[in-house]
């Protein structure tokens, strides 16, 4: 079995990360290297997606609790309006393999948007 996840480790508390708001199925935390004034990721609770063309295709319930938290979290730490990155693959960006959403909302700096 491969190892958690460090957005796993995160929810059980392994490594330190306050989660800011959370779902039956899906938290949200702050990222930690930040690209925009505010950018939060919103993350399911699971593991078992890799990226979110698996989600929607397996669990577009989860897909949309997770639009819903990105939609709640943007309107309690901006003014509401927001973008919603979701990398999908290396070459795009992505790093973690445990699907998740960037929220990113105020002037951002557009060339770092890959990660
Ligand atoms: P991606 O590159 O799309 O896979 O996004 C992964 C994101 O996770 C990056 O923006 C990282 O800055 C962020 N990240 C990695 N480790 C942590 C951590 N311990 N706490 C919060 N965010 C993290």
Do not use: C, W
Not at 13 to 36: H, L, M, V, W, Y
Not at 45 to 59: G, H, I, P, Q
Not at 92 to 106: E, N, S, Y
């Amino acid at each position: 079995m491969s190892e958690p996840s460090i957005f796993t480790r995160i929810l059980k508390g392994e490594i330190p990360s306050e989660i800011i708001a959370e779902t039956d199925n899906a938290f949200a935390i702050r990222d930690i290297a930040p690209k925009a004034p505010v950018h939060l990721l919103v993350i399911p609770k699971t593991e078992e997606y890799r990226n979110v063309v698996e989600l929607a295709a397996d669990d577009p319930d989860l897909l949309a609790e997770l639009v819903g938290l990105a939609n709640s979290v943007a309107a309690e730490h901006s003014d509401g309006d927001f973008r919603l990155v979701f990398n999908t693959g290396p070459g795009a960006g992505q790093t973690v393999f445990h699907v998740h959403a960037h929220v990113l909302a105020g002037e951002l700096d557009e060339s770092s948007l890959g990660g």
